[in-house]
């Protein structure tokens, strides 16, 4: 029987992502690893200087004068952790856990001996609008874009660079997801964890609505599990050839804009169809405890990065997930998680909400 705690889960994933996990040995003194020319660790951004030239190990006269990289600068914030891509100059992916406690919602009905929750009343959980009397401590207004002092100077993605580019700086973590802390919130606003993003029909209004699905996925799951993933993918011309064509904004051009984006979702909840242990800390009544049976439902979105009807069914943009991994050559979830998940649009109803405030706000602006 498949029982698996939900941080065992993320961090599963999170190892996979980060890719070759194995090759960047955290200073543990007992691991030698031989014959492997090893890459220099992430080094992780905000903090330190990634500048320093890195020393490469194991006496390797072609690189003896530094690692010339990828590197991918790994940001562990508050809300997220991320990678950067120094090439395209923005996420190579975000990941995000979200529950009804960190997004101070109602969380969904997870002690022991709960009925099984019947699908149509989780379907309306599903739909049903926020209405959250939260105690939001992260404001929006707040926060500023800023950019991220931890990635290298030549590397980093700059205000200037969107400055009049036509694309909105788009959140691929969005800050939504960040309310717990005012800091939180900030970090979401870093250029590292930004992509350009067409703003009128998809920033803001549907891509806007699969990160609002994304969140109301924790009223019926307790954990929820996002990868959001900037994508290149080519397009077949009119000569039959297959190419990836893509903008790059800025002045000399710098940030490149993606073609698509992906969300990758894994959802988790007690297995009410298994018989649920009963806890043994009376303090955490079976949520977050590792004997729990999880049911696991997975679910990738593809959208284009450009305006998108309100009305395009949110099923229509699902793809298998490894369609995302080979395309962004990533491995988000081991082959053990794929195989216990059932398909996210299965077990939930994915349908977004649409919301249109701006537009009423903007009407108003004109009377
Ligand atoms: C968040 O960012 C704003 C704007 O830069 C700043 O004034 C504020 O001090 C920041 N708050 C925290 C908690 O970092």
């Not at 600068?73 to 120094?86: C, F, N, P, S």
């Not at 649009?345 to 649409?354: D, F, G, P």
């Amino acid at each position: 029987m498949p029982t698996l705690g939900p941080s065992l889960l993320f961090a599963a994933g999170l190892t996979l992502g980060v890719g070759a996990g194995v090759l960047y040995p955290r200073k543990s003194p007992s691991s030698p690893i031989p014959n492997v020319q090893l890459p220099p660790p992430p080094p992780e951004g905000g903090q330190h200087d990634s500048r320093a030239l890195v020393p490469t190990a194991g006496g390797s006269a072609v690189l003896s004068h530094g690692f010339p990289g990828p590197i991918p600068d790994i940001l562990k914030r508050t809300a997220y952790t991320a990678a950067y891509d120094r090439r395209l100059q923005h996420p190579a992916w975000t990941a995000e856990h979200l529950t009804a406690t960190s997004l101070a919602r109602t969380p969904p009905p997870s002690s022991p001996g709960t009925n099984p929750v019947p699908l149509d009343q989780a379907r309306k959980g599903d739909t049903a609008g926020s209405g959250d009397k939260v105690v939001v401590k992260g404001d929006r207004s707040k926060s500023v874009f800023m950019e991220d002092e931890g990635i290298p100077e030549m590397f980093r993605a700059k205000l200037r660079d969107y400055f009049r580019s036509g694309y909105d700086r788009g959140h691929m973590v969005p800050a939504a997801d960040a309310k717990i802390s005012q800091q939180a919130m900030n970090e979401t606003f870093y250029l590292s964890n930004i992509a350009p993003q067409v703003g009128d029909g998809f920033n803001r209004h549907y891509w806007a609505y699969l990160e609002d699905f994304c969140r109301r996925l924790t009223t019926n799951f307790e954990d929820v599990y996002v990868f959001t993933v900037p994508l290149y993918l080519p397009a077949k011309q009119a000569d039959g050839k297959w190419r990836v064509s893509y903008e790059v904004i800025g002045n000399p051009p710098s940030i490149s804009v993606p073609t698509h984006f992906a969300k990758v979702i894994l959802a988790s909840r007690p297995d009410f169809s298994y018989p649920q242990r009963p806890s043994s800390n009376p303090n955490y009544p079976s949520s977050s405890s590792s004997d729990t049976i999880k049911e696991l439902a997975m679910g990738a979105f593809v959208l284009p990065n450009k305006e998108i009807p309100d009305q395009a069914d949110l099923r229509s943009f699902v793809v298998p997930v490894e369609h995302v991994e080979k395309a962004a050559g990533l491995q988000l979830f081991n082959e053990q998680v794929k195989g216990k998940s059932k398909q996210l649009c299965a077990v939930t109803q994915c349908q977004v909400i649409v919301r249109r405030f701006d537009d009423a706000r903007k009407s108003i602006g004109k009377k």
